[in-house]
Structure formats: C-alpha cells, structure tokens
C-alpha cells in the first residue's frame, strides 16, 4: 500500500515515535535472541572491516580522511591512525562496506550495520577519552536502537531505490545508536535525527556504474551521524517533520511512497537485527541466490560445471536492474561483484566466491570465468514489489539435455537459511587473514572473546585497539 504524503500527516507522527524509541529502550529490554544476533553481525561488521583493508582504494580514502584535520580521537582501522572522530567513521565506513561483503536487511534492502558500527564506535571511542566509557550493555542496546530505526525506514518504503539505502536510511540507524548510547532524551534525539536529515546523501548512480564511491556514500553517512550529535550537543536544532514532511525524508528520497503502518506495528516488538542475513559471498546480495541456486543443485544431483551448457536465473525486476550487467573485458572489481553472472561464473570455474576473487586484474580476466558468464542468462520475473529480491528460480540445462532446476526462497545467509555458528567464525577468521596486514591469530581470538562477553566489558572503546596489528 503506497500512504501519500496527505494521508501520513493523519497518522501518529513517525519522528515521535522513533524519538520516544531511542531515548526509552533499554538493554534490560532486550530479547535473548536480539543480543545473540547483536553479538553475532557485531563480529561480522569487524571481519568485513578488517578484510575491506585490501580494498585498492583502501589506502586513498585513508589519505584523504587524514587531510581533515588532525585529532586522537578515534582509531582507522588496520592502519592504526588516529583520527577525529567523523573522519575515522568515514574511513572504517568504507572498509566495512567496499567489498561488499557486508550483513544486509533485505526487506528494506539496506546495509545497516556499514554505517552504523563505524560510527558508533568512533563515538565512543571519543566519549573514552573525554573519560566517558561506554559499557558493553550500553553498546549492545545501541546496535539494536539503530538498526530498528535504519531497517523500519527501509521497510516503510514501497518504492524502488533511487537513493542509496544502506546510506540514506543508514545514516539515521548510526544516529540513532549515538544518540541511544550518549543517553540523549526524546527531544534531544528528535534534533539529532533531523540534524542529521540536512546531511543525508547518497544516489544509485554509484551502483549502476560500479563505481567506489559506493562505499565513499557509506562513509558520509556514517560521519555526518557523528556530527549530527555533535551539533545537538552544542545546542542546535532540527526541523521539527523531517521525515514525514512535504520536504521530509520520505517525499523526498523514497518518491512519497512509503507505509508508516510497519513502523508502528513493529517498532520496539519485532527486533529488526533478528532479521538480518549474513553475506556468505563478497558479491551484491542480488547474486546470492544463484550461486546459492548452483551450489544446492550441484551437490544434490552431482554434475560437475563443465557439464553445464545453459544457466537461466529467473529473478525479481529488482535484480534485474541491478545485477543485470553485462559481462564486459577488463570489469573493476566493483563492476563484477554486481554482475550476476560475473559472480555466478566465479563458482562455476573455482568453487568458491571469496575475497581475493575480485582482488586482481588477473583474477577478473580469467578466461575460465568469463566463458561460464557467458552461458548465463536473467530473466525477469513478474514479481510486483519493487524491493523483492527473492524468490529466484535457477534453471540448469546440462550438456546432456537434462534440465535441473530449484527455486529459491530463502537465501543462503537469510534467518529462514542462516549460517551456522561455525560457518559464521570461519568467515570472520578468513576476513583477518585477507586484512592488510593481516590480523594475528591472537588478537583474531581475542576479539572473537571479547565480542561474545561484551555484557562484561566496562569500556568498548578496547575493541578498536584489537584491530591494529602490533609494529615491529
């Protein structure tokens, strides 16, 4: 149902209740399951972080973070840099989210965790050396206020992406976890969201042209949550309907078309961190079902790649539009992470889709690849909802005429198909090994401790020290 801007202006006022939402949840509060899975994309965030160090742009966008202005404040990881704290949000924000590895909500088809983490962490980072620590309680509960905001306003949009989710709706998810773990009050955390409103940036033209600056718009957002609270700290305000106004959030970024109706039914009832998948492949989401798709039919029925003549995906309007890219010569590494069959003639010819897959020239113009894409083909399902981005039919004909065939529902990562726990720890351990420079097994374990006695620890701002790797 699309709520046009007239009819939304009749509802209970959406900034209210994600106002009163953050400033009132409390750990106490918090499901069992919520924590787990808190804990759970926590040490996933910091996996694709770390291995977003080999990014080739990794170090460029460090270099200029450093330009901004000087500040021990907040720690880049990897690096070890210190940093003002909006620039270490905006330099981690794009490790986090530039391989495209990162946990998704696929229902509001947004990255939250990208923005969110980045920022919260370089907060608090900030916060400790002001003498301010904040407890792992604290933090957790922070994580699940802004992923409930982040992942609500994606829901609440019925239109097609046109901005940058993970960006736009991310931002306000980061916000949120701020201004939930400074302990702001209601009207304190309704500025911060609509100061941070003014800042909100980030289109799909980076997607459709492959481009880095994908990454970069995650790392805007992530800074400006950041300065967002700065700037309610030091008094300022925001306009009072900057989601649901004529000028608003939703009129603008999402077209006007959005249902306010999940927000209120699911707002502090259904955690949305419960609902996140993991990303098993360093790919666009989109991709995921295919290979999912081959993996299940290859190991169900036993047939090796090479008998392969013909792969159909049958997909969403969604997917297709953004992972129908042509196979082409010489592709960036951004451009064949969301081709699909770029992705899917990965597995084919080397069983796997991982890291170093997308990490040279030689591996994105290998021949074996580039002739199993080219026997891929997408066609578009008539799937309705235009943030769909399942179910996906993947149709082998094998090259003695016997057709396979499965569909897919659920998507390998997704709670109905999640990893297990430790497929989960084998990711994360994979991810310190492809950090530059690679993490030592030591500090790999301690973080994994660290993360899963959070509750216990007294000032979080320790887990950034983890993510240095000791010089000499």
Same mark, same amino acid.
């Given at each position: 149902?699309?709520?046009?801007?007239?009819?939304?202006?009749?509802?209970?006022?959406?900034?209210?209740?994600?106002?009163?939402?953050?400033?009132?949840?409390?750990?106490?509060?918090?499901?069992?399951?919520?924590?787990?899975?808190?804990?759970?994309?926590?040490?996933?965030?910091?996996?694709?972080?770390?291995?977003?160090?080999?990014?080739?742009?990794?170090?460029?966008?460090?270099?200029?973070?450093?330009?901004?202005?000087?500040?021990?404040?907040?720690?880049?990881?990897?690096?070890?840099?210190?940093?003002?704290?909006?620039?270490?949000?905006?330099?981690?924000?794009?490790?986090? %989210?530039? !391989?495209?590895?990162?946990?998704?909500?696929?229902?509001?088809?947004?990255?939250?965790?990208?923005?969110?983490?980045?920022?919260?962490?370089?907060?608090?980072?900030?916060?400790?050396?002001?003498?301010?620590?904040?407890?792992?309680?604290?933090? !957790?509960?922070?994580?699940?206020?802004?992923?409930?905001?982040?992942?609500?306003?994606?829901?609440?949009?019925?239109?097609?992406?046109? #901005?940058?989710?993970?960006?736009?709706?991310?931002?306000?998810?980061?916000?949120?976890?701020?201004?939930?773990?400074? *302990?702001?009050?209601?009207?304190?955390?309704?500025?911060?969201?609509?100061?941070?409103?003014?800042? =909100?940036?980030?289109?799909?033209?980076?997607?459709?042209?492959?481009?880095?600056?994908? *990454?970069?718009?995650?790392?805007? +957002?992530?800074?400006?949550?950041?300065?967002?609270?700065?700037?309610?700290?030091?008094?300022?305000?925001?306009? @009072?309907?900057?989601?649901?106004?004529?000028?608003?959030?939703?009129?603008?970024?999402?077209?006007?078309?959005?249902?306010?109706?999940?927000?209120?039914?699911?707002?502090?009832?259904?955690?949305?961190?419960?609902?996140?998948?993991?990303?098993? #492949?360093?790919?666009?989401?989109?991709?995921?079902?295919?290979?999912?798709?081959?993996?299940?039919?290859?190991?169900?029925?036993?047939? &090796?790649?090479?008998?392969?003549?013909?792969?159909? =995906?049958?997909? &969403?309007?969604?997917?297709?539009?953004?992972?129908?890219?042509?196979?082409?010569?010489?592709?960036?590494?951004? %451009?064949?992470?969301?081709?699909?069959?770029?992705?899917?003639?990965? #597995?084919?010819?080397?069983? @796997?889709?991982?890291?170093?897959?997308?990490?040279?020239?030689?591996?994105?113009?290998?021949?074996?690849?580039?002739?199993?894409?080219?026997?891929?083909?997408? =066609?578009?399902?008539?799937?309705?909802?235009?943030?769909?981005?399942?179910?996906?039919?993947?149709? =082998?004909?094998?090259?003695?005429?016997?057709?396979?065939?499965?569909?897919?529902?659920?998507?390998?990562? %997704?709670?109905?198909?999640?990893?297990?726990?430790?497929?989960?720890?084998?990711?994360?351990?994979? +991810?310190?090994?492809?950090?530059? &420079?690679?993490?030592?097994?030591?500090?790999?374990?301690?973080?994994?401790?660290?993360?899963? +006695?959070?509750?216990?620890?007294?000032?979080?701002?320790?887990?950034?020290?983890? #993510?240095?790797? &000791?010089?000499?």
């Amino acid at each position: 149902m699309d709520t046009s801007r007239m009819d939304i202006a009749h509802r209970p006022s959406v900034e209210h209740l994600f106002a009163s939402y953050v400033a009132s949840a409390r750990y106490e509060d918090l499901p069992t399951e919520a924590i787990a899975k808190a804990k759970t994309f926590l040490l996933d965030t910091i996996g694709v972080g770390l291995a977003g160090t080999s990014d080739g742009n990794a170090a460029r966008v460090l270099a200029a973070a450093e330009r901004w202005g000087a500040g021990a404040e907040a720690t880049a990881w990897g690096s070890g840099a210190s940093l003002p704290a909006p620039s270490a949000a905006f330099a981690n924000a794009y490790l986090i %989210h530039c !391989l495209e590895y990162d946990c998704i909500h696929e229902r509001a088809v947004m990255h939250p965790m990208a923005t969110l983490l980045p920022a919260l962490l370089a907060w608090c980072e900030r916060a400790a050396w002001n003498g301010r620590h904040i407890d792992g309680k604290r933090f !957790l509960n922070a994580i699940v206020v802004g992923v409930d905001v982040s992942g609500l306003l994606g829901s609440a949009a019925t239109s097609g992406l046109r #901005f940058f989710r993970p960006a736009t709706a991310g931002g306000f998810g980061a916000t949120a976890a701020i201004a939930s773990a400074a *302990g702001l009050d209601e009207a304190q955390v309704r500025n911060a969201l609509a100061v941070h409103c003014g800042q =909100v940036s980030g289109t799909m033209q980076a997607h459709v042209e492959g481009s880095p600056t994908l *990454g970069l718009q995650i790392g805007f +957002n992530a800074r400006a949550a950041v300065m967002a609270h700065d700037l309610v700290d030091a008094g300022l305000t925001g306009p @009072r309907d900057f989601l649901s106004g004529s000028f608003g959030y939703f009129a603008l970024f999402e077209n006007g078309s959005f249902d306010p109706t999940v927000i209120e039914r699911e707002l502090g009832r259904v955690r949305q961190i419960t609902q996140l998948s993991h990303k098993p #492949f360093p790919s666009g989401r989109l991709s995921h079902a295919g290979v999912d798709g081959l993996r299940q039919l290859m190991a169900k029925h036993g047939f &090796p790649a090479d008998a392969i003549a013909d792969v159909q =995906v049958q997909v &969403p309007p969604l997917v297709m539009r953004l992972m129908g890219r042509p196979v082409i010569e010489n592709p960036t590494s951004n %451009h064949a992470k969301l081709c699909l069959p770029f992705v899917m003639g990965t #597995f084919l010819a080397r069983g @796997r889709v991982d890291v170093p897959d997308f990490g040279s020239s030689r591996m994105l113009n290998d021949p074996a690849v580039h002739a199993f894409a080219s026997r891929i083909r997408l =066609v578009a399902d008539d799937n309705k909802d235009e943030n769909a981005i399942a179910p996906q039919r993947v149709v =082998v004909k094998l090259t003695n005429g016997i057709e396979r065939a499965i569909t897919i529902r659920a998507i390998y990562g %997704h709670p109905d198909a999640a990893l297990t726990e430790a497929e989960n720890l084998d990711k994360f351990s994979r +991810n310190c090994v492809f950090a530059q &420079p690679p993490l030592a097994p030591e500090l790999r374990d301690r973080t994994i401790d660290l993360v899963a +006695n959070l509750e216990q620890v007294e000032d979080v701002s320790q887990l950034s020290s983890l #993510f240095v790797p &000791p010089r000499g």
